[in-house]
């Protein structure tokens, strides 16, 4: 019998243990693709929909090599040392998020160029931004060719910007198909929660579906810091349509719908039908504002997001609010 491997297209996901990558891997396979995972742990949250999952660091070029073995149709690096900004910018994690990351991507691009891969996607970020464009919280400026001069404001943006470089650089001098997309603020449900890598959507979620009525919640800075948050299908579908057009990028792979964080506490609250208080604290903030600038993805691909920011925080409040009740 032929070989499904030998009929279907095969694509490597790296870091499938993640939300992003694990909820790829399962739109992978609604497509046909004959899918590789490799992660440093299986998705916490349902079993992987891999062909075949890989438990491995991919810092270590012998676990690189030994599932980047041949030439995949399509690679999509997703994998990074990353997480909220309770993690990002406390400054604790500096010297493991640049290290972490940077090695994963210098020995994963290597590869590829190797086995002559076909198309590979690097998931790059907004945080590769200059903080001097985002101190207006309702007017920032994230156009992808704002870029430079650099200063993004955490080390994670700059191992970010590095690695977006370092793709190009293999693009220009080895011809690899190469494809960048700078995510902005994915959430979803099956992402992180809790215990500090959680991103804003989730952490107030979980915030509010633990408060009893006439609790009081806690929200760092004034609210004000605004941001735009892009729902996990959303995400994948214009992923798949990067890789499938002739277009390289870096492009904004994001909502345009800006919302402050007192906006997005106040949506949440109301979907719990619980009278509950916010007070605000000191914690790490990042930029003042942040929000995608959909243009250039409309003009190269045709793409804008269908669904409004409400639609995607009901669905994943809802299973927020079941992960608390069952813990």
């Known amino acids: 019998m032929l070989d499904d491997r030998l009929v279907m297209k095969r694509a490597l996901v790296c870091g499938a243990g993640g939300f992003i990558g694990s909820h790829l891997v399962k739109r992978l396979k609604r497509e046909g693709y004959w899918v590789r995972g490799v992660d440093l742990k299986y998705p916490d949250f349902s079993a992987t929909e891999a062909d075949m999952f890989v438990i491995g660091d991919l810092r270590d070029q012998a676990v690189c090599a030994s599932v980047l073995d041949f030439g995949f149709d399509e690679v999509y690096q997703l994998a990074a040392d990353m997480g909220g900004a309770g993690y990002i910018f406390s400054g604790d994690h500096d010297a493991d998020v640049m290290h972490n990351s940077a090695l994963v991507n210098l020995n994963i691009v290597a590869l590829c160029q190797q086995h002559q891969v076909v198309k ?29 001069p650099a200063a993004p404001d955490s080390e994670y943006g700059w191992e970010k910007l590095f690695s977006e470089r370092l793709y190009m650089s293999y693009q220009r001098n080895y011809g690899l198909d190469v494809k960048i997309g700078r995510f902005h603020n994915i959430f979803g449900p099956e992402g992180t929660w809790q215990g500090g890598k959680e ?10 579906a633990a408060a009893k009525a006439n609790d009081t919640i806690e929200i760092w800075g004034d609210g004000e810091q605004t941001r735009s948050f892009l729902y996990i299908d959303e995400c994948l579908e214009a992923v798949r349509r990067l890789m499938a057009s002739s277009f390289a990028g870096p492009v904004n792979i994001g909502s345009d719908e800006r919302v402050s964080i007192n906006q997005l506490t106040a949506m949440i609250i109301g979907m719990s039908e619980k009278p509950i208080s916010v007070v605000h604290s000191e914690g790490p903030l990042g930029v003042r504002g942040r929000n995608s600038d959909n243009t250039l993805i409309r003009e190269q691909l045709g793409w804008a997001p269908e669904a409004p920011l409400r639609s995607g925080i009901q669905r994943t409040y809802a299973w927020i609010l079941a992960q608390v009740q069952t813990k």
């Open 120 to 148: 590979v996607f690097y998931s790059s970020s907004a945080c590769m931004y200059p903080a001097y464009n985002q101190e207006d919280p309702q007017n920032p400026n994230c156009r992808e060719d704002s870029a430079y």
């Open 199 to 208: 991103k804003a959507p989730a952490a107030i979620c979980r915030k509010v």
